[in-house]
Every structure is written in C-alpha cells, then in structure tokens.
C-alpha cells in the first residue's frame, strides 16, 4: 500500500515570495506522483504529474515539482507565488500499473498575502 | 470535449436515508473513480469502474455501492446513511489501457447528512 504525508498543513506567504510544498510518499513499488489543486468549493485541477524520465517536472502556473527516489519526495515549487495561487495543494500517489486509484495527502492550505 | 460533470452539485439528507449522486465522464475516458473527501481532509478512494465492473475498491462499507453504464456514466449509491458521511463527493474520469490518461475530476457534490 501506498501513503502520502504532507508535513504542512498551512503556509503563509507574501505575494512574489518563492513557497516550497512539501510531499513524501511511502511505497515498496515504483509510483507515479501527482500535485492537484483545489479552489474553494470547486473540484481537483492537476498541476503536474511525475511519471518516468526526467526528475524536474513542469506544471501549470509556473509550478513545479522534483521527484527524489532515494528522500521519497515529490515537493512542489514556485519561484513567485501570485494571490491567485491561494488555495488547497494536494500531493497524491498510485503504483505503476495502478490505473488512477489514487492516494492523498491531507493537503496544505497555501495562503498567500499582500 | 466535454468535462466530468457531477449533480447534484448540493443536497441535504436525513440520517438512514439513501442517496444516489451521478458522474458524467469526459469524452472518451472509459473509467470512473469515486472520492470522499471530509472537511479538512484529503480525498479516500471509494471505488473505481472500469467498462462498467468494479476495478477496485478502498476500506468502505458496501453500504457505498456504485454503478457504471455502458456510456461510461455512473453512480454512486450510499444506503442508510450516517453522519459521518457528510462530504464531498469527487468523481474523476480516466482512459485506462495502452493510451492512458491522468484523472480529471468534477465539481464534486456537497453531501450533508443531518
């Protein structure tokens, strides 16, 4: 079985600060690794996926995350947050082969201010 | 191409009653998952249907049943309901097979069990 654990469960922010996002996951198989984003009362967006290749994964909105096997993280980065990016970051995991069942993170809450 | 679309997008029911929310797949996907997501909570794996069988199943009682028909629509019925199963629900769209896609989800239908 598959686990996610994001450590922070709020990060504040100021406007055009860098935020990092941080993800570990726990699996004994290979995975695939996903951040989705969720804007009050709507549904999951994703932002980028980790499949296979290169570690240094590119998303939506300037986002982007790095996939470090041998510390079993996946942290989302953004060099200059925008008050637009506030909103629940989830982190989530499926193994190889899993068809999408996906597991979640409890999410952190990025506030960011002016 | 059209979205996953869920509905109702609210709805109030009385404890012991059933309810039955609906999923409508973007074009072209062939599988159907189902989430519960608590308030403040990320979202749990309920089920997944892939060509209309059960493809999976996480740690919920069959009280949470669902189905998939053959335009890869699909429902999800939760009996005798709790109060505890007041959440929302997600519904997310996926291709499985050698084109595979991500999952995409819908709006989500807020469920409160009062």
């Known amino acids: 079985a598959q686990s996610v654990t994001q450590l922070d469960s709020q990060v504040p922010v100021f406007e055009e600060a860098p935020v990092e996002l941080r993800c570990n996951y726990s699996?004994?198989?290979?995975?695939?690794l996903f951040w989705y984003v969720q804007y009050p009362n709507q549904g999951l967006q994703l932002l980028l996926k980790?499949?296979?290749?290169?570690?240094l994964v590119k998303g939506i909105n300037g986002f982007e995350a790095e996939f470090n096997k041998s510390q079993t993280s996946f942290h989302l980065r953004k060099p200059s947050v925008h008050i637009s990016d506030t909103a629940e970051y989830f982190c989530?995991?499926?193994?190889?082969?899993?068809?999408?069942?996906?597991?979640f993170g409890t999410g952190t809450q990025l506030k960011v201010e002016l | 191409e059209t979205g996953v679309t869920q509905s109702p997008t609210h709805l109030i029911k009385t404890r012991g009653q059933q309810v039955t929310l609906r999923c409508s797949s973007q074009?072209?996907?062939?599988?159907v998952s189902w989430y519960q997501q608590a308030l403040g909570q990320g979202p749990q794996f309920i089920f997944q249907?892939?060509?209309?069988?059960?493809?999976g199943r996480g740690n919920f009682p069959p009280r949470f049943s669902g189905l998939q028909f053959p335009n890869y629509s699909s429902e999800l019925n939760v009996n005798a309901l709790e109060l505890d199963d007041s959440a929302l629900y997600l519904c997310?769209?996926?291709?499985?097979?050698?084109?595979?896609?991500?999952?995409?989800f819908g709006q989500g239908t807020r469920l409160t069990v009062v």
């Open positions: 980790y499949l296979s290749g290169s570690t």
């Open positions: 249907y892939y060509r209309e069988e059960e493809n």
């Open positions: 997310a769209s996926s291709l499985e097979g050698a084109r595979k896609t991500e999952a995409f």
């Open positions: 989530a995991v499926t193994f190889t082969g899993g068809g999408n069942k996906l597991t």
């Open positions: 699996s004994s198989v290979s995975v695939y």
């Open positions: 074009s072209g996907h062939n599988t």
